[in-house]
């Protein structure tokens, strides 16, 4: 049975949040509308959106605060909306759990490109046998196609073709990694470290999987940004600065949220000037 996804857009200016609605709207998305957080909180929360669109800037509790109350009971894609060109407003917003923001005035089609690369990475609690992302999918044929779980890791990705590990990352069975106590699934899109869960963003995860089956190849800044995007090889799009900081972000939170150290890491080595990469076997 065909799923059709869904929108929630918090934003207070009411010509913003109607161009929103019409683009969402236009890419094949049932959309549900707020005009302040708190109703934006209650709009996530009453019909669980793919994606949500944020201004920070709300009449009533702060964006960064609405953030962080979704990220309690939601993996929804957060993309900020905000007419501030403080560094320090973005940085905060993807600390509090924001996926990826965009400068206003946006232009749509940039908007829909941020949406379609999201798209790319399943939802947490998609399973295999999810069927968004299909050609019959309209926000999918819209946006893009989905990227399911690879058929079996591929040389560049650590591991020979017969499966066996050449990386320091333990690939125990297809889209599963052990590494110093940490488990990854990448089928359930789940984290555990010495059997607790760990609760990452869908953004987070996507960085984790891309070290843990790279092993002790170097992920640059650059192709971790491409990653995020969606795109398998350099197709000649523009990564600036600000892309590559915002990979710096999610990795902090990830290593937040794992509890390790950067000055004697666990999993993520930082390659100082150029990416990262698995830290040793211990």
């Given amino acids: 049975m065909e799923t059709q996804r869904v929108a929630v857009i918090i934003e207070d200016d009411k010509d913003i949040r109607d161009l929103l609605n019409a ?13 302040n957080g708190t109703e934006g909180v209650e709009a996530v929360r009453a019909h669980n959106p793919t994606v949500v669109t944020l201004d920070l800037g709300l009449p009533d509790i702060d964006g960064f605060e609405v953030i962080r109350q979704l990220r309690l009971f939601s993996d929804a894609y957060i993309v900020m909306l905000t007419a501030r060109a403080e560094e320090l407003d973005t940085l905060m917003g993807l600390e509090a759990g924001a996926d990826d923001y965009i400068t206003k ?3 749509p089609r940039e908007l829909r490109a941020r949406i379609s690369a999201m798209l790319r990475r399943p939802r947490a609690s998609e399973d295999s046998h999810a069927t968004e992302g299909t050609a019959s999918d309209p926000a999918a044929s819209d946006l893009g196609p989905e ?3 690879p058929a079996a890791a591929s040389p560049s990705a650590g591991v020979t073709p017969t499966g066996t590990q050449t990386s320091d ?3 125990t069975e297809e889209g599963r990694f052990r590494h110093n106590g940490l488990s990854l699934d990448f089928c359930t899109r789940t984290t555990e470290i010495d059997g607790k869960p760990v609760e990452l963003t869908r953004t987070e995860f996507e960085l984790l ?3 843990l089956e790279s092993g002790r190849r170097v992920r640059t800044k650059t192709d971790l940004v491409r990653r995020l995007r969606g ?3 350099d197709a000649g799009g523009f990564i600036s600065e600000a892309d590559e900081r ?7 939170n990830v290593r937040r949220k794992l509890g390790d150290d950067s000055r004697s890491p666990r999993w993520l080595e930082t390659v100082r000037g150029v990416g990262y990469r698995l830290a040793p076997s211990r």
């Avoid at 969402?24 to 005009?35: C, D, E, M, N, Y």
């Avoid at 915002?246 to 902090?252: D, Y």
């Fill in 23 to 35: 683009v969402l709207q236009q890419s094949g998305f049932k959309v549900f509308t707020a005009p």
């Fill in 105 to 107: 005035p946006f232009r």
């Fill in 147 to 149: 990227v399911s779980a």
């Fill in 169 to 171: 990352a333990e690939a």
């Fill in 209 to 211: 999987h891309a070290v």
């Fill in 231 to 233: 795109d398998e090889y």
């Fill in 246 to 252: 915002t990979v710096e972000v999610h990795v902090g």
